[in-house]
């Protein structure tokens, strides 16, 4: 299921709060962008334990129980991990991807709240999670009775808020300051083929590895930085921060060039760095430059001279990395005026790619 609007984490919250206490609620997003985590934090911020479920794991029997025979009549007992008295919040994570008759165990579980004769308590709390389809997981159809049974939203990842809780769980500052400045390389969506890919929760096992390996304490060495950046996030991100770690020196080394105290990397050996901070400055353009040029202030049009005039000086170092600043390769796009205004002062640049 793809529905047409998204919410970041702090909104699903929100909604969280409140709609689950009295609807199941059913979370749709990619692997590893943190909806796990978010109805733990649920939990926690109502003061509810979080029972999980794994549902591609289950059998109907771990849901429903096993019969008892009680006299001339049995009854069916339910799992102890279900079978609570105290409310509790129960998480049934990954439910698309379990099967036709596990689903259908879950049916009386996520409308009525109760499992056969057992109710759960008064003030608990029903959610459910899955992949989409064209995320490459396990998913599987889920009945249209089921569907019926909750209210969906989907979560997308926002860097901003994602970076909020890595500073509040002190996660490693070279991947909390490398999403500051690449915050678009906080998700990539999943790869049609088996490979590791950048998602909140993969960049969390990169900052674990890092934080184990003790790097910032310790020099690590470039081959085992190599094999941990690239044994967790996508390869295009993982060469990206490589080229990060190699400035950490000049960690600031993209505003001093854009102040005049420094100038572009311009060594053959600093190539990947100069990528880097390229890379950086053109993520910095899409999201301070305004769409339309008669609203930019007076910060803005003092950027947007020192950007063209810093688009000549690295073409003149290299041209086909200036081309990469204003191609539209990745889907984003510079405003059209500024694209005009470059092609203008640097007419070696015109053939690059706009997206017009």
Not at 2 to 29: C, D, K, M
Not at 165 to 175: D, G, I, S, T
Request: hydrophobic content about 40%; proline content about 6%.
């Amino acid at each position: 299921m793809n529905l047409s609007f998204s919410v970041t984490q702090n909104e699903l919250l929100e909604i969280l709060l409140n709609i689950a206490p009295i609807r199941p609620v059913f979370i749709w997003g990619a692997p590893g962008i943190g909806k796990s985590a978010l109805v733990e934090k649920f939990a926690g911020q109502v003061g509810l334990p979080c029972v999980s479920l794994l549902g591609s794991q289950l059998a109907p029997e771990d849901i429903i129980g096993i019969p008892q025979i009680k006299g001339e009549t049995s009854e069916f007992l339910p799992p102890k991990m279900i079978a609570r008295k105290e409310p509790y919040v129960l998480f049934l994570d990954e439910l698309n991807a379990c099967s036709q008759e596990v689903q259908k165990a879950f049916y009386s579980l996520i409308h009525e709240r109760r499992i056969g004769e057992y109710h759960l308590p008064r003030g608990s709390v029903v959610i459910g999670a899955g992949n989409r389809s064209n995320d490459g997981a396990i998913v599987k159809t889920m009945s249209s009775a089921l569907v019926n049974r909750m209210f969906h939203v989907q979560l997308t990842a926002n860097p901003e808020q994602w970076l909020q809780w890595a500073y509040e769980n002190h996660l490693h500052p070279w991947v909390t300051d490398y999403i500051g400045q690449r915050p678009d390389h906080l998700f990539s969506e999943p790869p049609k083929t088996e490979e590791p890919y950048s998602t909140p929760r993969s960049w969390h096992l990169l900052s674990d590895a890092l934080k184990e390996y003790g790097a910032g304490e310790v020099k690590l060495s470039e081959n085992l930085l190599r094999v941990l950046a690239y044994g967790c996030i996508s390869a295009n991100h993982a060469g990206m921060f490589l080229a990060y770690t190699k400035q950490l020196g000049n960690t600031h080394l993209l505003a001093d060039i854009l102040a005049g105290r420094a100038k572009w990397p311009s060594k053959p050996e600093e190539r990947d760095v100069l990528y880097f901070v390229a890379q950086s400055f053109r993520a910095r353009l899409i999201h301070d430059l305004p769409q339309n040029k008669q609203k930019m202030s007076k910060e803005v049009q003092n950027l947007t001279h020192r950007a063209k005039a810093l688009m000549k000086d690295l073409s003149l170092i290299n041209n086909e990395i200036a081309q990469m600043v204003v191609s539209a390769d990745d889907g984003d796009i510079l405003p059209e005026w500024f694209m005009v205004e470059i092609v203008r002062d640097l007419p070696r640049l015109a053939t690059v790619q706009t997206g017009h």
